[in-house]
């Protein structure tokens, strides 16, 4: 079965020949962007996943992943943006067993949670694995000095080194040359992937199988939606839909868009999408805000503002087919507890008809809706939803006019940041 967008309920705000008219008008942007090639450029790895990934680094990450279920109690992921993001997607919504206790820092400043971490791995079995594309940011940089030292101190040097795995650039980046004289085991952090497009590198596949979650599920389901988008017409690429509808929203003036699940365990997924979208299009005065919304909780919170709020909100559902679980409604005759009208009824069908009636009354409401309907939730899937959103946020921002591979916003609070701190170049 096929993931599916149906954005038949948007199309009260755009109609079917704003659709194609605009396909139409873009025939040949569109047909520039999507020929992009793994290889034609220093941004476009991730194009192929078997260029993020072949089969011998594959096999390698699997070897270091199987190690480190072996020996560790607590695997430390030490990142920020790109470098942990994806990971902690997959990792959140399919790491089953509860060893290791996969731990992130680098991704805070908060000396609560540094001190807590490091309380937190005091005499256990630990592996960290320090993931940086330039190791310039001072967020992991400075947690992973902090993580190394306490190895260091409870472990000897040499054994400390044999527990830490560094990710980073393969051109003699300040991390390279690190692990090299340091000792420590060493992926690279592809040249040509910026970090919110490197999940399906060894970037996010090395914490994800350290999890126990199935790397190659991950990596097919990626695959064949590559295979998808990129022989698709574009009137029938959903990609193009996607990015197409947006554009044209946004110029209607809805310049937010939510990110809306029913399944908690698509929350560090949502954060996912959030980064990838929210870094890619933000900038140059324009992009549509990327938000995320895990219901029925924030139908109770941000429900309100979505229903009755500034008309500027579009919404972006993704449906799980196959609920995941069953768990019938107990009978209860002898209490008057005013919900017998849910007996003999299962949780999944609540959820469900929670999820049609949330679409029904936020489109009824004027919210552009549309709906992306996955089989079910599984690594293969979420391989076919990192591939899909990377695709799509690649067409979308490039038809919007911004360059989706930068970040120069990001580089304001870090420079006032450094002069404070006293960095010097
Ligand atoms: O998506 C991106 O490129 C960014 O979010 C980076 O991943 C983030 O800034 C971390 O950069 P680095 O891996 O160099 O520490």
């Not at 911004?402 to 006032?416: C, I, L, M, R, S």
Request: net charge negative; proline share 5%; charged share 20%.
């Amino acid at each position: 079965k096929q993931i599916q967008l149906d954005f038949s309920k948007a199309l009260g705000t755009v109609t079917p020949q704003d659709m194609d008219s605009r396909i139409a008008a873009y025939r040949e942007r569109l047909k520039d962007i999507l020929a992009a090639q793994a290889g034609a450029s220093d941004v476009l790895g991730w194009v192929d996943p078997d260029h993020c990934a072949d089969e011998a680094l594959v096999a390698r990450i699997e070897e270091t992943a199987a190690e480190i279920r072996a020996n560790a109690e607590v695997f430390l992921l030490i990142g920020v943006g790109g470098s942990n993001q994806g990971a902690r997607a997959a990792i959140k919504a399919f790491q089953r067993d509860a060893k290791p206790e996969i731990v992130y820092t680098g991704n805070n400043l908060s000396p609560v949670y540094m001190k807590r971490i490091l309380e937190r791995i005091e005499g256990k079995s630990v592996y960290a694995n320090v993931i940086a594309k330039n190791f310039a940011t001072l967020e992991p940089g400075i947690c992973f000095r902090v993580i190394r030292k306490q190895l260091e101190a409870a472990l000897g040097e040499g054994a400390a080194a044999r527990r830490i795995i560094a990710t980073g650039s393969p051109n003699r980046s300040s991390l390279e040359r690190l692990a090299a004289a340091q000792g420590y085991r060493f992926f690279p952090f592809p040249l040509d992937i910026g970090g919110r497009f490197s999940v399906l590198s060894a970037v996010g596949l090395l914490p994800i199988a350290a999890s126990g979650v199935a790397i190659r599920e991950i990596l097919r389901g990626a695959r064949d939606m590559a295979q998808r988008l990129r022989t698709a017409s574009l009137e029938e690429n959903p990609a193009v839909q996607y990015g197409v509808l947006r554009n044209l929203l946004l110029e209607r003036g809805f310049s937010l868009e939510i990110l809306g699940y029913f399944e908690p365990l698509l929350e560090y997924f949502s954060k996912w999408w959030v980064q990838l979208f929210g870094e890619s299009e933000g900038k140059q005065g324009t992009g549509i805000f990327p938000a995320a919304c895990s219901f029925s909780e924030d139908l109770h919170a941000l429900g309100q503002y979505i229903q009755d709020g500034r008309r500027m909100i579009m919404e972006t559902f993704i449906n799980l087919e196959d609920p995941g679980a069953s768990v019938p409604i107990p009978e209860d005759p002898g209490t008057e507890d005013g919900f017998a009208y849910l007996d003999g009824k299962d949780f999944a069908h609540l959820n469900r008809t929670a999820f049609e009636a949330t679409v029904k009354a936020h489109a009824d409401g004027g919210v552009p809706v549309q709906i992306l309907n996955v089989p079910a939730l599984t690594p293969y899937y979420m391989g076919q939803l990192f591939y899909f959103f990377e695709y799509a946020c690649y067409i979308s921002a490039s038809l919007l006019g911004v360059n989706p591979f930068d970040q120069p916003g990001v580089e304001a609070y870090k420079t006032h940041m450094f002069n404070a701190l006293g960095k010097r170049e």
